[in-house]
């Protein structure tokens, strides 16, 4: 089948041999598309190719992945609210119901390469400490696997982000769930969560990194964070990760009295505090592996049109290339004013 350059998705197969207009060889028969063939395309100034039929099942298996895996969401849910109530009641919780939680759905994760989909996907209304913990642990996952981590390395630190928040089983409720601001005496209490969650793991697991991770999430490579104002050559590498996850995962879930804010507004102001703040070398594995797979999604800007980012810019990572429709493109990098305010599967 023929298909014009802006309307190919990854995974899409060349084939015939593909040339520029003045014969230059572009692309060999054979090649699969992603982003940067895609973008080698554009700039030669190719409009058409032939593509192999695209074979729906193949797209439908990679849903019934990510499905697979939202169900299993679900239930990790469930099973960090009982794992929770265990820390609120008695001070502890069982190591086998968290490795038996993150297990199965770690093993899933492997399957699902699409990372901006899995997100979207998994984003839920609810901003409990439920959900947010197990969305910390997963992306953790994620970030560990980008920066080579072991396959014991990254169950590892997916476990200390699904625990990260386990102290605020000590935390009480009206402050938990207060969605006015906090007075300074909560303000304080609330930021005990973290030596609650460090006292909570090593008595449950003995596990003095997952136990670190817990303490130190909260802070920042320049010193400003708490409880303990450490610098960047204090904190452990797993809480490196972590911490990026965790704000990440924070900007998209929002507050109850906070609108949402879309995934690549989160990504420029994550990108913006790996400069001294957190984990440059993890800051710039999350952008650099979420980036590329928004090519290819729909988008909606912010003076309201919708379209599809068909190539993301080299020199600005954040002002892509967006098509609105087979006459209309725009080019985030020249309309300055324009910006991706959300992205959808």
Same mark, same amino acid.
């Given at each position: !089948?023929?298909?014009?350059?802006t309307?190919?998705?990854?995974?899409?197969?060349?084939?015939?041999?593909?040339?520029?207009?003045?014969?230059?060889?572009?692309?060999?028969?054979?090649?699969?598309?992603?982003?940067?063939e895609?973008?080698i395309?554009?700039?030669?100034?190719?409009?058409?190719?032939?593509?192999?039929?695209? !074979?729906? !099942?193949?797209?439908?298996?990679?849903?019934?992945?990510?499905?697979?895996?939202?169900?299993?969401?679900?239930?990790?849910?469930q099973?960090?609210?009982?794992?929770?109530? %265990?820390?609120?009641?008695?001070?502890?919780?069982?190591?086998?119901?968290?490795?038996?939680?993150?297990?199965?759905?770690?093993?899933?994760?492997?399957?699902?390469?699409?990372?901006?989909?899995?997100?979207?996907?998994?984003?839920?209304?609810?901003?409990?400490?439920?959900?947010?913990?197990?969305?910390?642990?997963?992306?953790?996952?994620?970030?560990?696997?980008?920066?080579g981590?072991?396959?014991?390395?990254r169950?590892?630190?997916?476990?200390?982000?699904?625990?990260?928040?386990?102290?605020?089983?000590?935390?009480?409720? @009206?402050?938990?769930?207060?969605?006015?601001?906090?007075?300074? %005496?909560e303000?304080?209490?609330?930021?005990? @969560?973290?030596?609650?969650?460090?006292?909570?793991?090593?008595?449950?697991?003995?596990?003095?990194?997952t136990?670190?991770?817990?303490?130190? @999430?909260? %802070?920042?490579?320049d010193?400003?964070?708490?409880?303990?104002?450490?610098?960047?050559?204090?904190? @452990?590498?797993?809480?490196?990760?972590?911490?990026?996850?965790?704000?990440y995962?924070?900007?998209?879930?929002?507050?109850?009295?906070?609108?949402?804010?879309?995934?690549?507004?989160?990504?420029?102001?994550?990108?913006?505090?790996?400069?001294?703040?957190?984990?440059?070398?993890?800051?710039?594995?999350?952008?650099?592996?979420?980036?590329?797979?928004?090519?290819?999604?729909?988008?909606?800007?912010?003076?309201?049109?919708?379209?599809?980012?068909?190539?993301?810019?080299?020199?600005?990572?954040?002002?892509?290339?967006?098509?609105?429709? &087979?006459?209309?493109?725009?080019?985030?990098?020249? &309309?300055r004013?324009?910006?991706? &305010?959300?992205?959808?599967?």
């Amino acid at each position: !089948m023929k298909a014009h350059v802006t309307d190919l998705k990854h995974g899409d197969c060349l084939i015939t041999d593909t040339f520029n207009s003045v014969g230059l060889h572009v692309l060999p028969k054979g090649t699969v598309v992603y982003g940067e063939e895609i973008t080698i395309l554009m700039r030669h100034q190719i409009d058409y190719v032939d593509i192999e039929p695209r !074979m729906m !099942m193949l797209d439908n298996e990679e849903m019934n992945v990510a499905q697979g895996i939202d169900g299993n969401f679900d239930q990790a849910i469930q099973n960090y609210e009982s794992i929770f109530l %265990e820390a609120l009641s008695k001070g502890s919780f069982t190591q086998s119901d968290v490795d038996n939680t993150l297990q199965p759905l770690l093993e899933k994760l492997d399957e699902q390469k699409d990372v901006v989909s899995l997100l979207l996907l998994l984003e839920r209304d609810d901003i409990s400490t439920y959900n947010h913990s197990l969305q910390v642990g997963l992306l953790s996952f994620y970030i560990a696997t980008w920066l080579g981590h072991t396959k014991a390395e990254r169950f590892e630190i997916s476990r200390a982000g699904y625990l990260h928040d386990i102290g605020k089983s000590q935390i009480a409720p @009206h402050i938990l769930n207060k969605t006015d601001n906090l007075t300074p %005496e909560e303000s304080e209490e609330l930021k005990r @969560h973290t030596t609650y969650g460090y006292d909570i793991i090593l008595k449950s697991m003995n596990d003095e990194k997952t136990a670190l991770v817990a303490l130190q @999430h909260h %802070e920042f490579e320049d010193g400003t964070g708490y409880p303990n104002n450490l610098r960047k050559q204090d904190l @452990h590498p797993y809480t490196q990760i972590v911490a990026v996850a965790n704000t990440y995962v924070g900007m998209t879930l929002g507050r109850a009295n906070q609108p949402k804010q879309g995934l690549i507004n989160v990504l420029r102001k994550v990108h913006e505090l790996g400069f001294g703040k957190l984990n440059g070398n993890a800051v710039q594995a999350l952008i650099g592996h979420l980036l590329p797979n928004f090519v290819g999604k729909s988008v909606q800007l912010s003076n309201g049109e919708q379209g599809t980012i068909i190539m993301n810019n080299p020199l600005d990572i954040f002002k892509p290339l967006v098509k609105i429709n &087979e006459t209309t493109f725009r080019d985030l990098s020249k &309309e300055r004013n324009l910006t991706v &305010e959300e992205v959808f599967i």
